[in-house]
């Protein structure tokens, strides 16, 4: 992926994550983690992974990852761009680990803007066995110079704030003009969101605002981060409900009860049924809206090996 990708991105932020306390309406009401009680299962559907959690072991070894993930059950995965391989070696692996890859995270650069952009995806996107791809964040302001020590979040999130309603103006647009493009081909085009979204623009709409108004729901999907909306102070059951129709993937992402909701960034990562979301209540509204690929996913910093909280998170919800 480019230095801007999403990767390079979280992996700097991760740095600067703080404690974060996770508003009432998205913690269990008991105050203690809710039970999953096989949901998926009884669905029958099957628990993914977003290999963003496990990118730079990936990187190191890709066959090795790919079984470890398979032998605690995962069967698909959604990738975060193509994380240095090719398609066709990314294919290989996943079939000889047993695993579908069923999504891939393309940053702004990656989904392109031309024809050759198009075909060249289209031949990608073929190989590896999915017909979905979705855009990780906004559009990176690349014309916003990082002060000098200045901390990664903290550029980030003023980089985003320093574009005011045009960033989020422009990344609508791409995504009308990418999903089209890739819609006669039989590949969809998601939204994934962080919690900077969530920040009202000079006391007017906020990002996402502009987005769901600005971009076409019969073109454009939605792909939400249930932990990063709580870290927004949002409820994420409420939220997921809203886009009945309209999401059709969820990232399932604890986060602990430790603070105040905020836009830039930070959150204190659990793995999943050891946080404070309500997964009684989360779990059924995602599927009452229409959400069909659950992938787990981390952020760091991680506390405890990788594969342990994998496992954790891959039991919780599949009982």
Known sequence: MSHCDRRTILSAIAAMSGALAVPALAVSGSGAPAKADGFLARKGLAVGIQVYTVDDLVRQDLAGTFARIAQIGYRSVELAGLHGYTARTLREAADGAGLAITSIHLGDSLIGSSQDDTDRLVEDLSILGTRAAVLPMFIFPRDVARMENEPFAAYLHRAARSQGTGLWERTADLLNARAAAFAPHGISLAYHNHNVEFEPIEGGPTGWDILMERTDPRLVRLEIDLGWVAAAGLDPA??????????????????????????????????????MLDWDRVLPAAYAAGVRHFYVEQEPPYTVDRFVSLADSYRFLAG
């Open 238 to 275: 409420a939220f997921v409900s809203r886009y009945t129709g309209r999401v059709d993937k969820v990232h399932v992402k604890d986060i602990l009860a430790s603070t105040t909701p905020n836009f830039a960034f930070r959150q204190d990562p659990a793995s999943v049924g050891a946080g």
